[in-house]
């Protein structure tokens, strides 16, 4: 874990925390070294989206099993015999 004073260490850590792969995690880093925070929003928003999208693709998921599992505890869907 890095020192509450330890910048680039924080940085660092919140990247791979936040599931940065080691490529995204070096071209961010190489902009905080050089002081340029700003350089890093373009590839971190990217990121976001990217991980957005995969929350709504779960969320769909879920919504599709609480739909099924509503239907059977419902009695509206039942097993063949």
């Known amino acids: 874990m890095a020192e509450a004073t330890d910048t680039l260490g924080i940085i660092f850590q919140n990247l791979e925390d936040a599931g940065c792969d080691e490529q995204t995690a070096k071209k961010c880093m190489a902009f905080a070294e050089s002081g ?46």
Request: proline fraction near 2%; aromatic fraction near 8%; charged fraction near 30%.
């Open 36 to 81: 340029d925070m700003g350089g890093m929003l373009p590839i971190l928003t990217r990121y976001r989206s990217e991980l957005f999208g995969t929350v709504r693709s779960g969320q769909k998921q879920i919504d599709c099993l609480d739909y099924l599992i509503y239907k059977i505890r419902k009695g509206t869907i039942q097993e063949e015999k």
